[in-house]
């Protein structure tokens, strides 16, 4: 038989294995379950170690599972060290896509790479950041190692599947999204004309091609596109945006003369609202419509009668949330049109789907107040609901967003005019990216 196929039964038998434990200690009860259960998870460990250790292609396949299984249930320790492990074992490869690092410097560890010698002296993947290897040593400095290297390697991702664009007949979704970052609006439209677009579905394909428009100046043909994609929701919600002026709240501290005037605006939103906030409570600033992330409205649904403080309960992810407001508190729910698909890499924030959404129910105006996009770090006002007191769970989750994307992406619309903002976050608007980034690398 060929060691091809051995491999494939070994690395087969594994994955039964792995399968076969996590059913029996997970669903069975009582002493020899018990025992079932120890007996699989001796001859896991020892079959795993037979075969990991003797081959490293079976090595990286195996760990590879074992990361994306760390990152589903976002086990932070676990992702980075099977990540460190698959890149770590590229290194000592014959064929390693990094072997400018091992031939110059002699690198064994990823945690050996220096943000300088990176810059200056090496070609790591230059031509092929898109292949499995590459791509894995991206993520790593993205979530858990350098940004500054991470957001360097992703501009060489960029350049690369923009090639790759250009050979294929058929349109690439992230090469559209690089495009889209690096500001080739008009390039995306030609591209959409003149290539097979069966790789996209309709309503991200009118998505993509609003947001073309928006980065090209024509606001007029964007909302054309996107009232093609409106639901009776979102219907409802335009008749209260539309002409009113829109003040948006970040999580920072306000005194009182900046709640005065955001009080001043016609529709307050929140971000995350709940009633004991100490800005809310305190100084009794409005609230119309609030916007909620996950994790905020797992802790603002069991108090609902926060819910029946504002006009509008804006979601990001629906499964059910607006049925249960709607049938059983008569509160008006919607889900937000997502900006995930305009970038590369990357999970916009609350600020930026906001933005995103509210500009096409044709505001008269939008400003935003109280942001200052992780300039001063997590300082947020008091009893603001943030992911985790551990800091390191909460520059993890910082990283997973993609901060630098975030910041560019509100930057494009703040440049275009879509919105004001408070003199804090004008100020770090107006800062290219390297400027930034040389100011929030420190923190994460």
């Known amino acids: 038989m060929k060691k091809s196929k051995i491999l494939n039964r070994a690395y087969f038998v ?22 079932e259960c120890k007996l699989l998870g001796v001859l896991f460990v020892s079959f795993e170690f037979l075969i990991v250790s003797h081959h490293s292609g079976i090595k990286v396949a195996w760990f590879h599972l074992k990361y994306r299984r760390a990152m589903s249930i976002n086990n932070r320790v676990g992702a980075e060290y099977y990540l460190k492990e698959i890149i770590n074992k590229y290194f000592s490869m014959k064929d390693s896509p990094y072997i400018d690092l091992v031939r110059h410097y002699g690198y064994g560890d990823v945690n050996d790479i220096l943000y300088d010698e990176f810059i200056d002296k090496t070609t790591i993947c ?11 040593i991206y993520q790593y400095f993205k979530l858990f190692g350098d940004i500054r290297i991470a957001d360097k390697l992703k501009n060489r991702l960029r350049d690369a599947l923009i090639f790759e664009q250009e050979l294929c007949s058929y349109v690439i979704p992230d090469a559209l999204s690089v495009m889209l970052e690096n500001d080739l609006g008009l390039k995306v439209i030609h591209l959409l004309s003149k290539k097979d677009t069966s790789t996209l579905q309709s309503t991200h394909l009118i998505e993509i091609k609003a947001y073309a428009y928006l ?25 209260l945006i539309s002409g009113k002026s829109i003040a948006i709240v970040g999580p920072k501290t306000m005194n009182d003369k900046v709640i005065q005037e955001v009080n001043s605006f ?3 939103i929140h971000i995350n609202y709940l009633k004991n906030n100490q800005n809310n409570k305190v100084h009794g600033l409005c609230a119309d419509i609030s916007y909620y992330n996950n994790a905020s409205w797992d802790i603002a649904s069991n108090d609902v009668e926060v819910f029946s403080l504002l006009n509008w309960v804006v979601v990001k992810d629906e499964t059910g949330k607006c049925d249960r407001l709607e049938r059983g508190l008569n509160i008006q729910c919607r889900k937000s049109f997502s900006a995930n698909l305009m970038l590369l890499e990357w999970i916009p924030g609350l600020i930026q789907v906001i933005l995103y959404d509210l500009i096409r129910f044709n505001p008269l105006s939008i400003k935003l107040f109280s942001a200052d996009f992780y300039f001063d770090g997590f300082n947020y006002r008091e ?17 997973l967003h993609d901060l630098v994307s975030n910041f560019d992406f509100v930057q494009k619309m703040y440049r275009l005019g879509l919105f004001k903002a408070d003199n804090r976050a004008r100020e770090i608007l107006l800062l290219d990216k390297v400027e930034y980034l040389k100011k929030v690398y420190p923190l994460a």
């Open 14 to 35: 594994l994955l039964l294995l792995s399968k076969a434990k996590i059913h029996v200690c997970n669903n069975k009860k009582g002493f020899f379950a018990f025992m």
């Open 126 to 136: 230059y031509k092929e950041l898109t292949k499995f290897s590459c791509y894995q």
């Open 215 to 239: 980065l090209m100046g024509n606001l007029e043909k964007s909302k054309q596109l996107w009232d093609r994609v409106v639901c009776d929701a979102d219907k409802q919600f335009k008749k």
């Open 266 to 268: 016609d529709i307050v």
């Open 383 to 399: 009893k603001y609901q943030i992911i985790s007191a551990d800091i390191d769970d909460r520059l993890y989750w910082l990283r």
